[in-house]
Nanobody, 127 residues
Framework: QVQLVESGGGLVQAGGSLRLSCAAS????????MGWFRQAPGKEREFVAT????????YYADSVKGRGTISRDNTKNTVSLQMNNLKPEDTAIYYC????????????????????WGQGTQVTVSS
């Protein structure tokens, strides 16, 4: 069972950047596809980005495509989300999530397959 802890959130002006990190422990990190999701006040949790367990394949929500980059370091058990050109609508709690998978091609954009979740980190973008 893997435990996930996010960090790197904060308050940033529109147009700025943040790098969110998620540290995993307690499991074989390279066995998990990893995803980032976010939830804004009054809204449902939504997909942001995902990466296969070997880091070879990534998918992004249209809302962050071109502004966000997901990456992972399996030697350090971390996954990161670099967000550039932040907009007020990016304001949300950002969660990292892990899905144990045997497939090197699997990286779900749906939250349901992810069994493990962090507590989240708040990102606030001011206009």
């Amino acid at each position: 069972q893997v435990q996930l802890v996010e960090s790197g959130g904060g308050l940033v002006q529109a147009g700025g950047s943040l790098r969110l990190s998620c540290a995993a422990s307690g499991g074989s990190f390279s066995s998990y596809a990893m995803g980032w999701f976010r939830q804004a006040p009054g809204k449902e949790r939504e997909f942001v980005a995902t990466i296969t367990k070997n880091g070879a394949i990534t998918y992004y929500a249209d809302s962050v495509k071109g502004r966000g980059t997901i990456s992972r370091d399996n030697t350090k058990n971390t996954v990161s989300l670099q967000m550039n050109n932040l907009k007020p609508e990016d304001t949300a709690i950002y969660y990292c999530a892990a899905e144990r998978t045997y497939s090197t091609y699997r990286a779900s954009t749906n939250s349901a397959p992810y069994a493990y979740w962090g507590q989240g980190t708040q990102v606030t973008v001011s206009s």
